[in-house]
């Protein structure tokens, strides 16, 4: 797929600005962009102080929140990021690796599940209802799966993609910046960036 001079151009512009977000911000308690000092103490509590997790600045954590790591996991948190309510985040042996950019929105009751790597990029918004996985279990015949190893693979999402409500990412998918991908999708390969995927498997739909 063919760029355009706009594409490239906000290319440009999210990997080399530092201050893009300019939402207005309106004294609104139920704003998703309303940092609470409990929120941010949170954020301190559950990221902060763990040895395994590089965390940035302003995290704002929502009550709920449930994170388990194995002893070699490793996190990376950028600025800014917000983890809503009742977010699962697990990392599981052999070697988890899970990496988030600046100004990462995960939404209510979104459960990212690590086994080798996830990524997700600056700016992007997680909405609720989400689950990501880059691992999944075999299934061969002759003995139980419970028995049987996980195949374990990788996800990384760009920059400034739109995951909406209920939406599933399988292992081994990349979904390039700017994607958009519809409430209720199950992305099983590949979305190419500034496109707008839904459906089951997840199609293309159109350019953004």
Known sequence: MVESKR???????INNSKEIVTRDRHKDKSSSFNRRPIDLFRGFLYLKRKSQIKAGSNIAVRRG????MCDNAQMQIGDNCLINENTFIHLTKPKPELSMGDWVTLGRYTTIAVKGRVSIGSYTQIAAFCYIL??????DRGSLILNQKAGIGHVSIGQDCWIGAHVMILPNVTIGDGAVIGAGSIVTKDIPPYTIAAGNPARIIKDR
């Open 7 to 13: 594409d490239l151009k906000m290319d440009d512009k």
């Open 65 to 68: 929140f449930e994170l388990r």
């Open 134 to 139: 880059d691992h999944n279990h075999a299934f």
